[in-house]
């Protein structure tokens, strides 16, 4: 008896103890969950069930009585001054010659910039000599694209003269860096997307399609150039454009410590208009006039690239699409079952040479072809893509395009 009560005792202990612990660790952890599961489910209510973002167009006009930094000359772009062009090219998108099958060169059919930083030397020549090669473009698959880089200045002011007459130098060999006078920071990206959709409608507003990439991502050229084409060979599939791998419902973040932070003043909703990935989407030309268009009129104080964007496309009525070879911030599995289908992916700062080999061998081609070649492929997607845990890359949607 006496044993007995000394256990129930003993038992209640262990209870209260453990219901403690639980209670300390959901304390403990509540931020983590209000950060992941709350704020995404409060987001996700509002993107579907409450809003379709039309008060954007008016929240983030610019307030034209209060015209701060907006002297309403040309150079005032989205609130925020445009800068003036230390490295340009105004006619690289123009000339080039005749194509021997009676092909101008001047059709250009993508411009693609790349966002760089100063300081990467390295990333920017692997990409010369790799997928950004136009030589290649044209030579192999017979179309003109237009590979330019995209840049501010170096940050430290220390190193800035040192790094701008290097800059100079590769300029003179390569000719292929458009430099605009501001810091080049995270916090500056919106500057720089200025910047394309300024210089695009400047300089090459006759591109069919423009892509904006980072420069530590892989571009398939040869697939994207055949993904283009048939979307310029369909009736009005050239038009009104944006794909890339969406968000849907991404929550700002309002985590102080958060690179992506944002405040409440800057965006007060719980999420974000719908928005492709920053690493690397591409628009049509009729869509990169609207956005053009939008950052005149639009407030730029968004300071995230992306998320900017998907303000400006709200703004014009143009809402992007998504496709699964396009990989956002994930990196693609290395196999030629993936080199077959693959546009862009993530995280390429120093393999881009070996990729780039290994992603354009002819031999990639044979190995799915045919029947049995194709089931081989799918299989190996499926193995590679539609893991059970969480892996940054493609989705298993991809593993049956
Ligand atoms: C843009 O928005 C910011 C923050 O919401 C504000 O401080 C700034 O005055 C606005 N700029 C213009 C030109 O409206
Ligand atoms: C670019 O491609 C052309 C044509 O295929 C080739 O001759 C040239 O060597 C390539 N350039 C670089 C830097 O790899
Ligand atoms: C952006 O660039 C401008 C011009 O160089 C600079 O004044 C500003 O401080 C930069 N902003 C950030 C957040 O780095
Ligand atoms: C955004 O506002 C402008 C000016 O008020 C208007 O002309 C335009 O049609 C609006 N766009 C959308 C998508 O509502």
């Known amino acids: 008896m006496f044993v007995n009560f000394r256990r129930i ?18 304390m403990v952890c509540w931020e983590q969950l209000d950060h992941h599961v709350v704020s995404h489910m409060r987001s996700y209510t509002y993107r579907y069930l409450v809003n379709s973002y039309n008060f954007l167009n008016t929240s983030f006009a610019i307030n034209r009585r209060h015209p701060h930094g907006n002297d309403g000359s040309d150079s005032a772009v989205g609130g925020t001054v445009s800068y003036p062009y230390l490295l340009n090219h105004p006619d690289k998108c123009i000339g080039g010659g005749g194509g021997g099958d009676g092909k101008r060169r001047d059709d250009v059919l993508l411009l693609l910039f790349v966002k760089s930083s100063p300081e990467n030397f390295e990333r920017r020549q ?43 130098q590769e300029d003179q060999t390569y000719g292929d860096l458009i430099q605009q006078d501001f810091v080049d920071t995270f916090h500056n990206l919106t500057t720089k997307l200025i910047l394309q959709f300024q210089w695009a409608h400047l300089h090459c507003p006759h591109a069919r399609f423009l892509m904006s990439a980072d420069d530590d991502i892989f571009v398939h050229m040869p697939n994207l150039v055949r993904y283009l084409r048939g979307l310029q060979r369909a009736q009005a599939g050239a038009k009104d454009l944006w794909v890339g791998h969406v968000h849907k419902g991404a929550p700002p973040i309002r985590r102080k410590d958060s690179k992506y932070h944002v405040p409440y003043e800057l965006y007060p909703w719980p999420s974000y208009p719908d928005y492709t990935a920053g690493a690397g ?24 690239d992306d998320v900017f964007m998907g303000i400006c496309a709200s703004a014009v009525g143009v ?22 289908h693959m546009i862009t992916s993530h995280g390429h700062a120093t393999d881009v040479r070996s990729l780039w080999r290994a992603a354009t061998d002819p031999a990639v081609d044979g190995l799915s072809s045919g029947f049995m070649g194709s ?27």
């Open 281 to 304: 989407y591409v628009v049509s030309g009729d869509v990169a006039a609207k956005i053009y268009r939008a950052t005149l009129v639009l407030n730029a104080s968004m300071y995230i």
């Open 375 to 401: 089931l081989y492929c799918t299989a190996v997607r499926v193995m590679l893509l539609c893991r059970p845990y969480y892996q940054n890359t493609y989705s298993c949607m991809a593993a049956f395009a």
């Open 9 to 26: 005792r003993k038992c209640q202990c262990v209870q209260l103890l453990t219901t403690g612990l639980v209670l300390c660790v959901v």
């Open 126 to 168: 692997a990409i010369r000599d790799t997928w950004g090669n136009e030589s290649y473009v044209w030579s192999e698959l017979g179309e003109s694209v237009r590979v330019v880089f995209a840049l501010g200045v170096h940050p430290d002011a220390w190193q800035r003269a040192r790094v701008q007459r290097a800059l100079l």
């Open 319 to 340: 809402s992007p699409q998504e496709h699964v070879y396009f990989s956002g911030e994930g990196k693609a599995p290395y196999h030629p079952c993936i080199y077959d």
